[in-house]
């Protein structure tokens, strides 16, 4: 047993459920591949990590969505709660009880973020004393969070799904006095926009970094779209053809 666990949010990639802002351009059935694939190279990215893998998932009742897609070694733990907040507080509360000197949750919607980036998260939650680490997302959430200790005030009442995630949380860390280390900043793909960027990401020259990180490989995600570019000559994935 590690001292840190490193939680991926996950949802069973079921076609209708998963990824619906990809579609369009996707389908439903080639959103929830994709999204398969998010969680298939985040899952390795994390392997690679001085942590414990762990996926919080939903729907409690499709445990068995992921099998096959994330390594054996990996714990399973189902989501509880209402509101996004809920889930992060109680995922955060589950695996501290259980042993771990820390966790960071990390959603699976950033498959190429570097792994430098996931080290430099656990190293600093490494040494003594209480700190809140984020990842800054660049629509204004947070892609990762890491803690010691599982403060409610970081999750209560927060406006998830806005602009000001990353804010509201700084602004309560201040109201309890807590450290906060701010990571690089990185992005989610879940929209059309993001989905060309990552398409650009992969097969152009122009690969995208953040002070000296270098992106993951992502190497399921990228087989995919690989071949989603070539079955429609890249007509529905235009810019990331050029």
């Not at 599982?150 to 927060?158: K, N």
């Not at 995600?221 to 690989?226: H, V």
Request: glycine residues 6%; proline residues 6%.
């Amino acid at each position: 047993m590690h001292r840190c666990a490193l939680g991926i949010m996950a949802k069973a990639p079921s076609a209708g459920s998963v990824k619906t802002r990809l579609t369009p351009p996707l389908t439903s059935e080639e959103a929830s591949v994709l999204s398969a694939c998010f969680l298939r190279d985040t899952a390795s990215n994390v392997s690679d990590q001085a942590a414990d893998g762990v996926i919080v998932f939903t729907p409690a009742e499709e445990r068995k969505s992921f099998d096959g897609i994330v390594p054996k070694s990996f714990q399973l733990l189902a989501q509880r709660g209402g509101s996004l907040g809920d889930r992060l507080l109680n995922a955060t509360t589950d695996l501290l009880s259980v042993g771990y000197h820390s966790i960071c949750l990390i959603n699976s919607d950033s498959p190429t973020l570097p792994p430098a980036i996931l080290l430099s998260a656990i190293e600093a939650l490494e040494p003594e004393g209480d700190r809140l680490v984020l990842g800054p997302a660049e629509d204004g959430g947070y892609y990762l969070i890491g803690l010691k200790n599982p403060h409610q005030i970081l999750f209560d009442r927060i406006a998830w799904s806005t602009s000001e995630v990353l804010a509201h949380t700084l602004e309560r860390a201040r109201r309890i006095s807590l450290p906060v280390v701010v990571l690089p900043k990185w992005y989610d793909v879940d929209d059309a926009v993001t989905l060309d960027r990552l398409c650009r990401e992969f097969f152009s020259s122009n690969r995208f970094s953040e002070k000296g990180y270098h992106p993951y490989a992502a190497p399921f995600t990228r087989k995919y779209l690989g071949n989603l570019l070539k079955r429609d000559h890249g007509r529905r994935l235009s810019h990331a053809s050029e």
